[in-house]
């Protein structure tokens, strides 16, 4: 956890393994909720839907944040909403689930200057980009700051080479600690130091996640400039690659350019349920040839800022969805392209 920690510079810090992000994120808006007891928590709409369903069960009020035409955290509206005084913790995304899109820590930092709020940043599928040495400078800047934030979960299962069931949250004050405090005097008799069960909300979990863990990390050091981070690179440079092909084919409409490795596209066609109907279509016919992509419901403002010519007539359309997070996909996005060209036929 120390080494997670120090990728963001942080030194001193309280965090351990969860059994995946939901709990993680679970665990820093309650530490959130029990600071700034009945104030709202605040996440863009692009948010993975945790935030919101995390805040059901905790009982706290939820405040949704509109995004730009990039996927990210407007700021303009977040200050329209931290007006009212009743925020009490910001939910930063470094690598939106659906999109990659990284929320300006930046902008949202300096929105903190003026009105108090805890800032929590997701960085459950993006943390690890922070070691990539080709991030645009926009999104560096974001990674830069990171460190400011308050707490942070980042899921190895997803860039960390773990298996499901393994997240971690970490927080930059130990002394949340004390939030924990109860009493086990029949588990934890061994010794007279705080153990990780008294800090944690899942207390017991298997072990065997925190070894394959440490093992990955004594061979994969996270050190930017290393063999981790090289894999990292290789993902985006796949993504951009993807992007630009898909960018200068007619047949496909894209939307921005990806911050992280995931890029999201739809098929050209008249109106906004074609393209819906489209995308399902070629996502069933890549399949069979072998390509397995995703499908997303997104905005259909992501594409229209670059195809102000469609008829985008409703507020959400289906899209084709890729994450290339397999170094070797920069190695497979020439193969890409033919399938998705079989697909369209």
Same mark, same amino acid.
């Given at each position: ?5 120090? +990728?963001? %510079? ?12 939901? +709990? ?13 007891? !009945? ?29 730009? /035409?990039? %996927? /990210?955290?407007?700021?303009? &509206? ?12 910001? =939910? ?25 709020? /805890? ?27 990171? !460190? ?25 004050? *130990? ?8 009493? #086990? ?18 207390? #017991?979990?298997?072990?065997?996640? &925190? ?9 994969? *050091?996270?050190? /930017?400039? !290393?063999?981790? &981070? ?42 906004? &349920? ?20 995703? =499908? ?50």
């Amino acid at each position: 956890m120390a080494e997670i920690a120090g +990728m963001f %510079g942080w030194t001193g810090h309280l965090g351990h393994l969860t059994g995946g992000g939901t +709990m993680a994120n679970l665990e820093a808006l309650w530490v959130a909720g029990r600071l700034h007891p !009945g104030k709202k928590i605040a996440a863009s709409s692009q948010a993975h839907y945790t935030h919101r369903r995390i805040t059901g069960v905790l009982q706290v009020p939820f405040a949704e944040v509109a995004c730009d /035409r990039r %996927g /990210r955290m407007d700021a303009n &509206a977040l200050e329209d909403l931290l007006r009212a005084g009743d925020v009490g913790c910001v =939910v930063a995304t470094a690598g939106a689930t659906a999109t990659g899109a990284v929320d300006p820590l930046p902008e949202i930092l300096e929105l903190r200057r003026r009105y108090p709020f /805890r800032l929590h940043v997701d960085a459950a599928y993006g943390g690890y980009f922070t070691l990539a040495g080709n991030l645009d400078a926009e999104t560096r800047a974001s990674f830069d700051r990171v !460190g400011e934030a308050d707490s942070i979960v980042i899921d190895p299962h997803k860039h960390g080479l773990q298996p499901y069931g393994c997240g971690t949250v970490i927080f930059r004050d *130990p002394a949340v600690g004390a939030l924990y405090k109860h009493e #086990s005097p029949y588990t934890y008799f061994t010794s007279h130091e705080l153990h990780l069960g008294e800090i944690s909300l899942e207390c #017991s979990r298997p072990g065997a996640a &925190a070894a394959a863990l440490w093992a990955t990390q004594r061979l994969l *050091p996270l050190q /930017r400039g !290393g063999e981790f &981070a090289a894999g990292l690179e290789a993902c985006r440079r796949a993504a951009l690659a993807l992007y630009e092909k898909l960018r200068h084919d007619p047949k496909w409409l894209t939307a921005f350019a990806p911050q992280l490795d995931i890029v999201i596209w739809a098929p050209r066609a008249a109106t906004s &349920a074609a393209i819906s109907d489209r995308s399902q279509e070629i996502f069933e016919r890549a399949a069979a040839h072998n390509l397995h992509l995703a =499908v997303a419901h997104l905005p259909a403002a992501f594409f229209r800022q670059h195809h102000p010519e469609l008829d985008l007539n409703q507020e959400r359309i289906t899209c084709l969805r890729s994450v290339l997070m397999k170094p070797e996909h920069e190695a497979w996005v020439e193969q890409i392209g033919e399938l998705l060209d079989k697909s369209t036929c």
